[in-house]
């Protein structure tokens, strides 16, 4: 048995998701929430919820799939228990109030509270139908209760004119004289920009993002930074950075301390549960001890506490379940700043980029004239077929 933490790149991911189907033997436990991975390499979803694991056949499309008709069923049946027990409960009622009180009468009363009591549907079985007799074991049906929902919100940057924030002009780049990265690359970067970068592990994507904030120079070319915009960019390994001893208040304060007043840490506080970091204990609870998904969500709210004008993520879905992904991919749909993304997941990148690239040497851009999703599965079609 051996166990793989993965920072892969989609060449490898592939490569992987091949060798897992067509010749890997064994039983494999997958921790996962690539979705387009999952759907090809699962037979069975173990989905923890709740404290109980649950087993479903097949893939995570039947999971959510039989998520939602579940979800559909137990609403409909608790819609009919909650009918039946009005009409029960209307008949005692009315009965007892025209008094009547004669042994029959009683005993129909009765019989109707019995009724009520055992209203359910049969413990065992499928459980679909309300049981035709009421002896024997019932099983109230409870109100659906829909998980809270993850929410995250993106601050309008506002006031700041539509010219360009990031301008890479005929750009190269390598560490050594003997490695070139970058050549000849060319980018612009406004408000309106989603950007996507692709590329093999090792190929230049995080060089390129620290030559766009500025943290490096180029070699040749010229990378102009508007001096007035903000720009946030959660690094790669990020979460490995956050001082384990700390807790998310003292992290936030430790970037805005403001005046280190009650009010401060008040509006902060109220600011990290929108980030899913709310309540008594999250705020306060040891970095050290909180899981990556939750690490992620606190760089992601110290980086847009500042309102940037210019979001970069590089890979920041490796920590992220399935329900933070959505709600990442709604949030920077709606941002109003610009978005570079360094990513490959497949279903983040698709649907929220506009412009793809591939970091190879150079900058290319992908096919024009294609929706992302068709430029992503052609990208894909040339790493299997050998020709990148
Ligand atoms: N500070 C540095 N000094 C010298 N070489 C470096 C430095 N940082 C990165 N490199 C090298 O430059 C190349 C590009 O690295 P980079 O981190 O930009 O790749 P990447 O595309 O982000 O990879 P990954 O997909 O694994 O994140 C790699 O070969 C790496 O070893
Ligand atoms: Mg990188």
């Known amino acids: 048995m051996s166990r793989l933490c993965t920072d892969l790149d989609l060449e490898t991911v592939l490569w992987l998701q091949n060798y897992l189907i067509k010749k890997f033997k064994g039983t494999l436990v997958v921790v996962s929430h690539d979705r387009y991975f999952l759907n090809e390499v699962v037979t069975d979803v173990c989905h923890f919820h709740k404290s109980s694991l649950t087993t479903y056949r097949g893939d995570i499309n039947n999971f959510t799939a039989v998520l939602e008709e579940n979800k559909n069923r137990q609403m409909r049946l608790y819609e009919q228990q909650e009918a039946k027990r009005e009409h029960l409960q209307k008949y005692i009622d009315l009965h007892a109030q025209a008094g009547e009180n004669g042994v029959k009468a009683s005993k129909q009363r009765k019989s109707r509270m019995k009724k009520l009591d055992k209203l359910g549907v049969m413990a065992a079985g499928e459980g679909r139908k309300f049981k035709a007799s009421y002896d024997g074991e019932a099983q109230e049906i409870e109100a659906y209760e829909e998980d809270e929902e993850v929410v995250l919100n993106f601050p309008d940057p506002g006031g700041f004119d539509n010219t360009s924030i990031v301008t890479l002009d005929r750009v190269a780049f390598g560490y050594t004289p003997e490695k070139i990265l970058l050549k000849d690359a060319e980018l612009t970067i406004d408000l309106q920009s989603r950007v996507g970068l692709l590329g093999r592990n090792g190929c230049g994507k995080s060089t390129l ?180």
């Open 209 to 388: 993002i620290k030559l766009i904030v500025g943290a490096i120079q180029p070699n040749k070319g010229k990378v102009s930074i508007n001096g007035r915009a903000k720009i946030e960019y959660l690094a790669q390994h990020q979460l490995e950075q956050l001082d384990p001893d700390s807790n998310p208040m003292e992290h936030m304060l430790e970037r805005y301390p403001g005046d280190r007043s009650n009010a401060t840490k008040m509006e902060l506080r109220r600011y990290l549960a929108n980030y899913g970091l709310g309540g008594d204990e999250l705020p306060l609870q040891k970095i050290s001890t909180m899981s990556g998904g939750q690490k992620c969500r606190l760089c992601m709210a110290a980086a847009l506490y500042r309102k940037p004008h210019l979001l970069i993520l590089d890979e920041p879905t490796n920590h992220l379940d399935l329900e933070t992904t959505e709600a990442l991919i709604k949030a920077l749909k709606e941002f109003k700043g610009g978005v570079v993304l360094v990513s490959h997941d497949q279903h983040l990148l698709t649907k929220v980029i506009k412009e793809l690239y591939v970091v190879d040497g150079t900058l290319e851009k992908l096919r024009q004239g294609m929706t992302e999703g068709e430029a992503f599965n052609r990208y894909k079609k040339d790493v299997v077929q050998g020709r990148r």
